[in-house]
T-cell receptor, first 115, second 112 residues
């Protein structure tokens, strides 16, 4: 079974631009979560989607948004990029949101550099 | 706001058991403990999870204390490839879903 895939793997943008990252979960998984990882802040939760609905959200500004499609694929968007948005963006999928089936499997990440 | 506390780093000799501790003193009765590890620049890899019983799989063993306020991940025969950051996570249950909070983790160095 294929793992979580994320595209693109690497991205360079300039301040003020916007970016869209894509995540394809493991087949059959319906929950997708997004995380931002930086050297200073570590792994921080962005948001979680289940059945096309945002179920939970971390403490990030409104410039960070996401959505999930009917096939469970998910995208996240960052508008008006800032230098501090440079990070590794990780996507994780799980079967659902119940405790017993909450094991998340992570993708390789998209490394975003904002210049 | 992490609900877990781990030592920042640990060393282990190759071939020996690596015992990584985690404190989660405010864990609720229905919250699971999960362990992941991250090798540099890769996505975190799931290792094991448990509720209150000890668990074992092909990668590791998880020992949870009876009061569930702490746990220990055991890598029985550490290899150089086990050098990574290990995260102990407690699932935080919010209305309508779950939010995962990662702490700083433990950086494990396995030495030859």
């Amino acid at each position: 079974k294929a793992g979580v895939t994320q595209t693109p793997r690497y991205l360079i943008k300039t301040r003020g631009q916007q970016v869209t990252l894509s995540c394809s979960p493991i087949s059959g998984h319906r929950s997708v979560s997004w995380y931002q990882q930086t050297p200073g802040q570590g792994l921080q939760f962005l948001f979680e989607y289940f059945s096309e609905t945002q179920r939970n959200k971390g403490n990030f500004p409104g410039r960070f948004s996401g959505r999930q499609f009917s096939n469970s694929r998910s995208e996240m968007n960052v508008s008006t990029l800032e230098l501090g948005d440079s990070a590794l963006y990780l996507c994780a999928s799980s079967l659902g949101t119940g405790q017993g089936i909450k094991t998340q499997y992570f993708g390789p990440g998209t490394r975003l550099l904002v210049l | 706001d992490a609900k877990t506390t781990q030592p920042p780093s640990m060393d282990c000799a190759e071939g020996r058991a690596a015992n990584l501790p985690c404190n989660h003193s405010t864990i609720s009765g229905n919250e699971y403990v999960y362990w992941y590890r991250q090798i540099h620049s890769q996505g975190p890899q799931y290792i094991i999870h448990g509720l209150k019983n000890n668990e074992t799989n092909e990668m590791a063993s998880l020992i949870i204390t009876e009061d569930r306020k702490s746990s220990t991940l055991i890598l029985p025969h550490a290899t150089l490839r086990d050098t990574a950051v290990y995260y102990c996570i407690v699932r935080v249950s919010n209305t309508g879903g779950f939010k995962t909070i990662f702490g700083a983790g433990t950086r494990l160095f396995v030495k030859a």
